[in-house]
């Protein structure tokens, strides 16, 4: 019977099985959460790029370009990482190529796998109902914090699993981990989340506004999908 498995940060990522697997990309604060606005708004593609340097090429090829490091839009890009940079009529029918300190990175590392996926907060429901029906094995995949496993990305890990518990078995203790995290958060996700690396590293940057937004469940029934090097909506 198909599994659902965790990888709590890409650091991990050669101890799974990522080649007979469909692969959900997870960066709540704030890269798959952006991905998942962005398609809601209208975006034709994503093109997502594990550097500044690749970011710039497409810049000078005419594409809208989105970037972030440490938490900040560096300068002579257009969008920032805050989904609320992609509720604008700017991004309709626009290819975006976005780099950013982790979502990008977790994203080009998964490129063997049979699908990928970006799941956020915003889609889980869409997610959950998508993957329910699918034949192979799930692996959720956490961007965590330069190589670190982190809170938010586990606890959306965890209620994917259990939403999908009943179809899926869970074989390995990292999906369990998951899960009863997700089962002690689950009626204040806020709460749970407020003293974690990230949030203080958001609030610091003066980002307090995109936090609870980023962990509103089922907003969006949008699935982003890797097609070859491109993000688009299915």
Request: aromatic residues 8%; contains cysteine; hydrophobic residues 45%.
């Amino acid at each position: 019977m198909k599994q659902i498995d965790v990888c709590f940060t890409p650091e991990l990522l050669h101890l799974h099985q990522v080649e007979n697997s469909i692969v959900v990309v997870v960066d709540i604060f704030r890269a798959t959460s952006c991905m998942v606005t962005a398609f809601a708004y209208g975006v034709s593609k994503i093109l997502p790029v594990a550097t500044l340097a690749e970011c710039r090429k497409y810049q000078e090829m005419g594409y809208l370009t989105a970037a972030e490091r440490d938490g900040l839009k560096p300068d002579g890009f257009e969008l920032d990482n805050s989904p609320f940079s992609y509720m604008t009529e700017q991004v309709a029918g626009a290819t975006i190529a976005v780099t950013t300190t982790n979502g990008t990175l977790a994203i080009t590392r998964s490129r063997a796998a049979v699908k990928v996926l970006v799941g956020a907060f915003l889609n889980l429901g869409a997610m959950a109902d998508y993957l329910r029906n699918q034949q192979y094995d799930i692996l959720v995949l956490c961007a965590g914090w330069r190589g670190k496993p982190n809170l938010e990305d586990t606890l959306f890990a965890g209620a994917l699993v259990e939403r999908l518990q009943e179809d899926f078995l869970i074989l390995e203790d990292s999906p369990l981990m998951a899960l009863r995290q997700y089962q002690q958060a689950k009626d204040n996700l806020l709460g749970y989340v407020a003293n974690s690396s990230h949030v203080r590293r958001l609030q610091r940057l003066g980002i307090q506004k995109d936090i609870p937004y980023c962990l509103q469940a089922d907003l969006y029934d949008v699935l982003p999908v890797l097609r070859g090097n491109v993000l688009v909506r299915m």
